[in-house]
Nanobody, 122 residues
Framework: QVDLVESGGGLVQAGGSLRLSCAAS????????TTWFRQAPGKDRESVVS????????YYSDAVKGRFTIAKDSAKNTVYLYMNSLKPEDTAVYFC???????????????WGRGTQVTVSS
């Protein structure tokens, strides 16, 4: 069991930066694949960026590639999402989730945070 708490959201102008944090209590992030999702009003939730258990492999959606960076601090049991060159279309609630790989090569997410709001003004 792992509990996740996101923080760091806020209001920022287009072109600005934010750092989101996802702090885990219970088991360490080394046990899980960790993914940041986002959901904008009226839209489906989408996967934004993911990092594997060992921190050796990452995935970035095309929408954020080159602008967002995920990083894991094992000592603090925290995963960060560094967001640069923010755009109004990045406005959403951002969630972190911890999951385990399945035999079919997917990830089953077993724990979700409550989310943090990111609003980018034009």
């Amino acid at each position: 069991q792992v509990d996740l708490v996101e923080s760091g959201g806020g209001l920022v102008q287009a072109g600005g930066s934010l750092r989101l944090s996802c702090a885990a209590s219970g088991r360490t992030f080394g046990t899980y694949t960790t993914t940041w999702f986002r959901q904008a009003p009226g839209k489906d939730r989408e996967s934004v960026v993911s990092i594997n258990r060992g921190g050796t492999s990452t995935y970035y959606s095309d929408a954020v590639k080159g602008r967002f960076t995920i990083a894991k601090d094992s000592a603090k049991n925290t995963v960060y999402l560094y967001m640069n060159s923010l755009k109004p279309e990045d406005t959403a609630v951002y969630f972190c989730a911890a999951g385990l790989p399945t035999p079919l090569g997917r990830v089953e997410y077993i724990s979700w945070g409550r989310g943090t709001q990111v609003t980018v003004s034009s």
